[in-house]
């Protein structure tokens, strides 16, 4: 068994190209390789828990240390989610984007099968949990791969429609990779505008121009990638119910500090004196223009990664 799986793991790798047309069966790995990877899915192992599966970390025979995402049983109506996650993740392959090692479709049960992600998702550094608070540096470094993930993907025509703070994970030493391409959407052809589709994504993060009107651009994820910029300066939930009046929504809150030119007022205490003013008024001025109303109004991923990068050389100390 062990000989046959890490043959398979080599076919893998060899028709894991961009330009494989029908390569999906070819990622097929059979359930028993996922059942010892795992310990037979032993609890211990859990790593993630999302609203439709659970995710593992796990070990191939071949050492490969992979997360398992574990769909709950009836998940099948997502069917297309998965498809479109398969579909996506084995064509496009970026640095910035996690890799994608293949599928089980077995006994009722569907599995994806990524590289794991030592550091889990970039949410879990910021807040909610017992981990060591980041500096603003790694911040801006994890926001700079973020962005330059999100750039490739709408340079290549595609939406993400789920861009959040738990979708972007990261590696052994901190780089940021995009996940969970589920939902994405092939952006509105040369004479088009926008796509019209049903509303899709996670609130908090969602868009007002798309969830009000169903027209989706990649200015989308732009919004999205705003308010994620604005949980990683103020360390807290995108929508938090549990908090008074108009600091429940985030992008509510940070919008009337922005706009008074007072984001310091409500940053995250552990880099309370430590983000240089200009520095951080580059950062709130981006997340500023990505939250625009208007996606017309919103800068594009490259804009962003361009202000990203220069409030991180603001950071940086002057020799
Ligand atoms: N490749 C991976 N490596 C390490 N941890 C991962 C990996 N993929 C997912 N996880 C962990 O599992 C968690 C659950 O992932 P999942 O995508 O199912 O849900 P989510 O993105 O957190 O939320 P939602 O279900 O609302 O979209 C993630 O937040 C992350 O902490
Ligand atoms: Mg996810």
Redesign the pocket.
């Known amino acids: 068994m062990g000989n046959n799986y890490s043959k398979k793991t080599s076919i893998i790798k060899s028709v894991a190209e961009p330009s494989c047309l029908t390569p999906f069966d070819s990622f097929k790995v059979p359930f028993v390789a996922l059942q010892e990877a795992t310990n037979n899915f032993d609890k211990s192992l859990v790593?993630?828990?999302?609203?439709?599966?659970?995710?593992y970390?796990g070990v191939l025979c071949d050492g490969t240390k992979?997360?398992l995402?574990r769909y709950r049983p009836g998940s099948k109506q997502y069917c297309a989610e998965i498809l479109k996650e398969i579909e996506m993740l084995s064509q496009f392959r970026h640095p910035y984007f996690?890799s994608f090692i293949g599928y089980c479709d077995e006994n009722n049960d569907m599995i994806l099968i990524?590289?794991?992600?030592?550091n889990?998702?970039l949410?879990?550094h910021l807040y909610g949990s017992d981990l060591p608070s980041m500096s603003w540096e790694q911040r801006l470094e994890i926001c700079i791969g973020a962005a330059r993930g999100l750039h490739y993907l709408h340079t290549s025509g595609v939406i993400h429609r789920?861009v959040?703070s738990?979708?972007i994970?990261l590696d052994v030493n901190f780089v940021p990779k995009i996940?969970?391409f589920g939902l994405s959407k092939k952006g509105p052809d040369i004479d088009q505008t926008h796509v019209s589709t049903a509303v899709k994504g996670?609130y908090g993060y969602l868009d007002p121009e798309y969830f009000g009107r169903q027209q989706l651009t990649e200015k989308s994820d732009v919004y999205s990638f705003g308010v994620v910029l604005c949980e990683v300066v103020c360390a807290r939930l995108a929508l938090d119910l549990s908090l008074p009046g108009d600091q429940a929504i985030i992008t509510k809150w940070a919008m009337k500090w922005l706009k008074k030119g007072k984001l310091e007022q409500i940053i995250d205490p552990n880099l309370v004196g430590k983000i240089r003013p200009d520095s951080l008024k580059k950062f709130g001025e981006t997340a500023e223009k990505c939250l625009a109303d208007y996606g017309v109004d919103r800068p594009s991923m490259n804009e962003v990664l361009w202000n990203l990068e220069y409030a991180l050389h603001l950071q940086e100390p002057v020799i």
């Open positions: 790593i993630g828990l999302g609203a439709f599966a659970k995710v970390k992979v997360a995402k996690v990524y590289e794991y992600m030592e889990g998702n949410r879990s789920d959040k738990t979708n994970l996940t969970d996670t």
